[in-house]
T-cell receptor
Framework: DAGITQSPRYKITETGRQVTLMCHQT?????MFWYRQDLGHGLRLIYYSAAADITDKGEVPDGYVVSRSKTENFPLTLESATRSQTSVYFC?????????????FGQGTRLTVV | AQSVTQLGSHVSVSEGALVLLRCNYS??????LFWYVQYPNQGLQLLLKYTTGATLVKGINGFEAEFKKSETSFHLTKPSAHMSDAAEYFC??????????????FGKGTHLIIQP
């Protein structure tokens, strides 16, 4: 399917476990982003990537790791999950830094850490 | 750092009434401004954006927004609300976020409720 897809849609994990959220886009967009959405905070940028093998921190990167070996994939890993990382995670992509271009969002992954 | 403030976490209007969702921003450089809509259990979808040129921007589903530099505002309006407009609305500014990264900085969102 064309577009941007996230998997899984829902995930429950235990504190301390490693979990990876997947993001795949079919447009060959250069830029990809990970946001988390929490009540009262809106969306906050975790990490972003300008191209394959180029990643950089966003506003709230602590506790997360990303990689981008291929343009189309941008997985987000929680190395040791904590309850504070319970959130809805959105992946997005755009053709350029979203200075004036649209960012396209996946449907989100709802992660619960128990 | 840039920031966005959305006034009112919840806005309730009657079907057929005017919708007004408020957004103010702060930016040290000319901003690019966006409104996104999020329907339940879905990702965000672009409603409209302001980059340069005309300050009144028209978007999808009958929404429009006006960029007012003097007021640092980018309020979203729709003349007549429809039940299908019930959703979460996010205002965003592009550029460097709080962490110094390239990405959209979002407001906290406004939940629009449509009363029948």
């Amino acid at each position: 399917d064309a577009g941007i897809t996230q998997s899984p849609r829902y995930k429950i994990t235990e504190t301390g476990r490693q979990v990876t959220l997947m993001c795949h886009q079919t447009w060959s967009h250069s830029y990809m982003f990970w946001y988390r959405q929490d009540l009262g905070h809106g969306l906050r940028l975790i990490y972003y990537s300008a191209a394959a093998d180029i990643t950089d921190k966003g506003e709230v990167p602590d506790g997360y790791v990303v990689s981008r070996s291929k343009t189309e994939n941008f997985p987000l890993t929680l190395e040791s999950a904590t309850r504070s990382q319970t959130s809805v995670y959105f992946c997005a992509s755009s053709t350029d830094r979203p200075l004036n271009t649209e960012a396209f969002f996946g449907q989100g992954t709802r992660l619960t850490v128990v | 750092a840039q920031s966005v403030t959305q006034l009112g976490s919840h806005v309730s209007v009657s079907e057929g009434a005017l919708v007004l969702l408020r957004c103010n921003y702060s930016s040290s450089v000319p901003p690019y401004l966006f409104w996104y809509v999020q329907y339940p259990n879905q990702g965000l979808q672009l409603l409209l954006k302001y980059t340069t040129g005309a300050t009144l921007v028209k978007g999808i589903n009958g929404f429009e927004a006006e960029f007012k530099k003097s007021e640092t505002s980018f309020h979203l309006t729709k003349p007549s609300a429809h039940m299908s407009d019930a959703a979460e609305y996010f205002c965003a500014v592009s550029g460097r976020s709080g962490g110094g990264a390239d990405g959209l900085t979002f407001g906290k969102g406004t939940h629009l409720i449509i009363q029948p």
